[in-house]
């Protein structure tokens, strides 16, 4: 049996890649968007190990009502949603992170293979070797990889009837070009003949928008300012995460929630040898969370060559899970 990198025993049906990338051009990302006239750090550095931890727990938390209502739409719809897909040989989910969500498909729907890929590997290797302990018989490949820089591991998913996993509002953290472009590429993935099954958040009253990005006890601005820790980690840079305060605020304009990490004081930040001034009130933005309407997505389907086929709502109309086939 083989050994994942913290010695426990791999199953023998879990397959693991790993892509990831040299840390040199994550230094150079990171010191472009910092240089930028408006800051900005990729979501992605929201997540290592302890950054995944802190979402799943911020997935528990009363305010953050997205993955409850997610849940309820599988567990009161799950019959109708199974039927719809039809028969489908290979899940693939970008951003699988805990894998928790796809166990709800797995016995109903029977695949022979499922491929789950995250920025967060170790996590995801984790993750993955569960799944792959709870479903012997299923092929599972836990690819480690940055989903926005490139797909070039494609031709190591199995063949079959594929659908395309992407729960969670994940979707919603692409500006709305970047949304357009990446439905593009998992259509390519799902091929003509899958489909994508998709979890966005809808368009609601911004006091229970704020609410879930500003919770009572804090977890998501411990999230935010772990972005710090990641990049430090993986450049080298020198944050202080301590002396950067979490705003998040919803803009009814561009319907999204806008997350930012705010310098307590005047610093000055080193990353890969350049460096970067902060006056204190400055700003970095961290996280767009793009909120939809159904007439939002048709057209970004659209602009994939998808149609938005089905979709179902929670009882309370706060989440959708869409599918998205070929138009
Ligand atoms: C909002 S969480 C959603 C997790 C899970 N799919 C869910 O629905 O609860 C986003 C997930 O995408 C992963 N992720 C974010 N950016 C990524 C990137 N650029 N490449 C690969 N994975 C990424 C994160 O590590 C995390 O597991």
């Known amino acids: ?9 791999r199953p023998p049906n879990l397959v693991f890649i790993d892509t990831s990338r040299p840390a040199v051009d994550e230094t150079r990302e990171v010191q472009a968007s910092l240089g930028d006239q408006r800051p900005s750090l990729s979501p992605k550095f929201f997540y290592d190990s302890r950054g995944s931890e802190l979402f799943e727990a911020i997935t528990e938390l009363p305010e953050y009502y997205l993955t409850r209502a997610e849940a309820q739409i599988f567990e009161q719809q799950l019959e109708d949603i199974i039927t719809t897909l039809g028969p489908v040989d290979v899940v693939i989910e ?40 709870d479903w012997p018989e299923l092929e599972v490949t836990a690819i480690a990889a940055d989903f ?14 594929r659908l395309v996993f992407y729960p969670g509002s994940t979707l919603g953290n692409f500006d709305p070009e970047a949304q357009a472009s990446f439905l593009g590429q998992l259509a390519s993935v799902a091929g003509s003949d899958g489909g994508i099954l998709l979890g966005v958040d809808l368009h609601k009253d911004s006091s229970v928008l704020h609410a879930a990005y500003n919770d009572a006890s804090g977890l998501t601005a411990a999230f935010n300012r772990n972005m710090l820790n990641v990049v430090n980690a993986r450049t080298g840079a020198d944050f202080r995460p301590d002396e950067w305060q ?22 000055a930040v080193t990353v890969g040898g350049r460096e970067f001034i902060f006056e204190s009130g400055d700003a970095i933005r961290t996280e767009h969370s793009c909120k939809f309407t159904l ?8 602009s ?3 149609a938005l086929s089905h979709h179902w709502l929670d009882s309370r109309g706060l989440f959708c899970l869409a599918l998205l086939e070929p138009a």
């Not at 049996?1 to 025993?9: G, L, R, V, Y």
């Not at 926005?148 to 199995?158: C, I, Q």
């Not at 007439?295 to 659209?302: F, I, P, R, S």
Request: glycine fraction near 6%; hydrophobic fraction near 40%; charged fraction near 25%.
């Open 1 to 9: 049996m083989n050994k994942s990198p913290d010695n426990h025993i």
């Open 94 to 133: 970008p951003g699988g992170g805990s894998c928790s969500k796809v166990r709800v498909l797995l016995n109903p729907m029977q695949p022979r293979a499922f491929v789950a890929i995250d920025i967060a590997g170790d996590f995801l290797q984790q993750a993955a070797s569960e799944v792959a302990r």
């Open 148 to 161: 926005t820089r490139s797909w070039d591991f494609t031709d190591a998913l199995p063949a079959g009837r």
């Open 295 to 302: 007439d939002d997505l048709q057209q970004l389907a659209a």
């Open 304 to 306: 994939a060559q998808m």
């Open 246 to 267: 979490h705003e998040a605020r919803y803009n009814p304009t561009r319907r999204r929630i806008e997350m930012d990490l705010i310098a307590s004081t005047r610093q």
